[in-house]
């Protein structure tokens, strides 16, 4: 066996100064310009006086380029290395290679997607079994692949400073698809749609470096105070219920009269004015070159609508103003910088999640009314300077645990049909779902108590016509259904595994 010295190439990745020789026994293998761009690791029969990985030094291989030629040296590499660095494992028979993702689990699965088909094919199996099988052996396969992708990605994030502190933007870079996304209302009022952008695969990795550097900063600094729980590495909607009522049962445990005021801004992502939240930026202490993604990040996309596989024309999006991509892998966390600094002299107590806000206070007093009264008139010149506003129609005062006791009741007089099918999903949705949101925050001591919120299952459950007679345990038996307080139990020992 020999090597066809004439095919052999060596691909260094990063232009490391001077360019080393290798040989490959008594002949010289040369690296070409177009190959400096990346880092590959080297076979360990070429003789080496470098050690066999190193960090890529972007700022050498970008050096004196363009964005456009940067981009294109990225992306090129980043297919070659794909090619290169993605080994395949040789296979006996006629069947070639089989790439490397391609586990040995997974390879016995599509073994037996093979052999399904061919089952099905000749009648022994139901087409529902083989459709199951395709479908598990599919999800398996984009998995496997999407895992390279990510381990592909690591020298960059790891390097990310040197990389993006090159940054400019490139059309394959700032072109996103937007999907609608119907909330409610009329559908044919455009208003009641979400905009979400659809991005490309550069792009989030793209997303991905820059988001790493902004949380390992943020996390640093501490500059995301406490009473953010909404995008946030360790919170979520039950720390922040938690947290929030923990001092509003505490005052109310003690005879105090509490008001609990929410808040909603007005489409919150898309009115985030962008020279105040550059300006955020450089307050928080990120270094230039991330303020600089952030802003040809945020200016000058192009975007087109896609409905059922139908698209627009290509527009540009107006620079310069407002919004944040909804749908994108970086967006939320500006969002939490930029709002970051509403707690600034609020009296009372201020818990936020994402874009929604509680605000809390006694109001055993007519000192307690103004507190509120004064911080919602802070909240409201804040709103004003960064040229956000509250969505009034939502804010509101809500008054708890009356809610979900008088649903059964409009079940009954709205509803001429008694069947099983009808009532049990009606309950299901509506009514059980106030009752057992949050338990662990909730969740239920006395007795008496217990009872009560147990007597709104047993109104439910004998609304169904035929089961009238029957006691409260064999309507559950007969249903297939567990009490509220097997439930509870069940939801909170199963809370510290889903965390």
């Given at each position: 066996m020999?090597?066809?010295?004439?095919?052999?190439?060596?691909?260094?990745?990063g232009?490391?100064?001077?360019?080393?020789?290798?040989?490959?026994g008594?002949s010289q293998?040369?690296?070409?310009?177009?190959?400096?761009?990346?880092?590959?690791?080297?076979?360990t029969?070429l003789?080496?006086?470098?050690?066999s990985r190193q960090?890529?030094?972007?700022e050498?291989?970008?050096r004196?380029?363009?964005?456009?030629?940067s981009?294109?040296?990225?992306?090129?590499?980043?297919n070659?290395a794909?090619?290169l660095?993605?080994t395949?494992?040789?296979k006996?028979?006629k069947?070639?290679k089989?790439?490397a993702w391609?586990?040995?689990?997974?390879?016995?699965?599509?073994?037996?997607?093979?052999?399904?088909?061919?089952q099905?094919k000749?009648?022994?199996?139901s087409?529902?079994e083989y459709?199951?099988?395709?479908w598990?052996?599919?999800?398996?396969?984009?998995k496997?692949?999407?895992?390279l992708e990510?381990?592909?990605a690591?020298?960059?994030?790891?390097?990310?400073?040197?990389f993006?502190?090159?940054?400019s933007?490139v059309?394959?870079l700032?072109?996103r698809n937007?999907?609608?996304i119907?909330?409610?209302g009329?559908k044919e009022?455009?208003?009641?749609?979400?905009?979400?952008?659809?991005t490309?695969v550069?792009r989030?990795?793209m997303?991905?470096?820059?988001?790493e550097?902004?949380l390992?900063?943020?996390?640093?600094?501490?500059v995301?105070q406490?009473?953010q729980h909404?995008?946030t590495?360790?919170?979520?909607?039950?720390t922040?219920?938690?947290?929030?009522?923990?001092?509003?049962?505490?005052?109310?445990?003690?005879?105090?009269?509490t008001?609990?005021?929410?808040?909603?801004?007005?489409?919150?992502?898309?009115?985030?004015?962008?020279?105040?939240?550059?300006?955020?930026?450089?307050?928080?202490?990120f270094?230039?070159?991330?303020v600089?993604w952030?802003?040809?990040w945020?200016?000058?996309?192009?975007?087109r609508v896609?409905?059922?596989g139908?698209?627009?024309?290509?527009?540009?999006?107006?620079?310069g103003?407002?919004?944040?991509?909804?749908?994108?892998?970086?967006?939320?966390?500006?969002?939490?910088?930029f709002?970051?600094?509403i707690?600034s002299?609020?009296?009372?107590?201020l818990?936020?999640?994402?874009?929604?806000?509680?605000l809390?206070g006694?109001v055993?007093?007519?000192?307690?009314?103004?507190a509120?009264?004064?911080?919602?008139?802070?909240l409201?010149k804040w709103?004003?300077?960064?040229?956000?506003?509250?969505?009034?129609?939502k804010?509101?005062?809500?008054h708890?645990?009356?809610?979900?006791?008088?649903i059964?009741?409009?079940?009954?007089?709205?509803?001429a049909?008694?069947?099983?099918?009808?009532?049990?999903?009606?309950?299901?949705?509506l009514?059980?779902s106030?009752?057992?949101?949050?338990?662990?925050?909730?969740?239920l001591?006395?007795?008496k108590d217990?009872?009560l919120v147990?007597?709104?299952?047993r109104r439910a459950t004998?609304?169904i016509?035929?089961?009238?007679?029957?006691?409260?345990?064999?309507?559950?038996?007969e249903?297939?259904?567990f009490?509220?307080?097997?439930r509870?139990?069940?939801e909170?020992l199963?809370w510290?595994?889903?965390?």
């Open positions: 020999k090597f066809n010295k004439g095919k052999c190439q060596v691909l260094q990745l232009t490391n100064d001077p360019m080393h020789q290798y040989t490959l008594a293998l040369e690296t070409s310009f177009a190959e400096k761009a990346l880092r590959v690791l080297l076979d029969k003789t080496s006086n470098v050690p960090r890529t030094r972007w050498t291989a970008l004196d380029k363009g964005a456009e030629q981009w294109q040296i990225f992306k090129d590499a980043i070659r794909q090619e660095s993605i395949s494992c040789k006996s028979g069947e070639g089989r790439p391609m586990s040995p689990d997974l390879l016995v699965k599509l073994k037996g997607k093979k052999e399904m088909h061919r099905w000749q009648g022994q199996v087409w529902e459709r199951d099988t395709a598990l052996c599919r999800g398996g396969v984009r496997a692949k999407a895992q990510l381990n592909l690591k020298d960059a994030k790891n390097n990310k400073k040197g993006y502190s090159h940054g933007q059309r394959s700032v072109t937007i999907a609608p119907f909330k409610k009329r009022d455009p208003g009641n749609y979400q905009a979400v952008s659809l490309s550069p989030k990795v997303e991905q470096i820059l988001l550097a902004m390992r900063h943020m996390e640093d600094r501490e995301i406490d009473s909404g995008f590495k360790g919170k979520s909607c039950l922040n219920l938690v947290a929030f009522y923990d001092g509003v049962t505490t005052s109310v445990d003690k005879g105090r009269a008001d609990v005021v929410y808040l909603d801004f007005c489409k919150a992502f898309d009115t985030i004015p962008h020279n105040n939240l550059l300006s955020k930026l450089v307050r928080y202490g270094d230039g070159w991330t600089q952030t802003r040809n945020l200016d000058g996309c192009i975007q896609v409905v059922n139908l698209m627009s024309r290509w527009r540009s999006v107006t620079s103003v407002s919004g944040v991509p909804q749908g994108s892998v970086w967006g939320p966390v500006p969002f939490n910088i709002i970051n600094d707690d002299g609020i009296e009372c107590t818990s936020k999640f994402a874009d929604d806000t509680k809390s006694v055993d007093t007519p000192e307690g009314w103004d509120i009264q004064k911080d919602l008139d802070k409201e709103a004003h300077v960064k040229l956000m506003r509250f969505n009034k129609a804010g509101k005062v809500l708890l645990a009356q809610k979900a006791n008088h059964p009741g409009c079940i009954k007089r709205s509803v049909s008694r069947l099983r099918e009808v009532i049990l999903l009606l309950y299901s949705a009514v059980r106030h009752l057992e949101y949050c338990v662990q925050l909730w969740g001591q006395h007795r217990m009872d147990e007597q709104v299952q004998k609304m016509r035929g089961l009238e007679h029957l006691s409260y345990e064999e309507r559950l038996r249903l297939g259904l009490s509220l307080e097997k509870r139990l069940w909170t199963l510290p595994f889903s965390t």
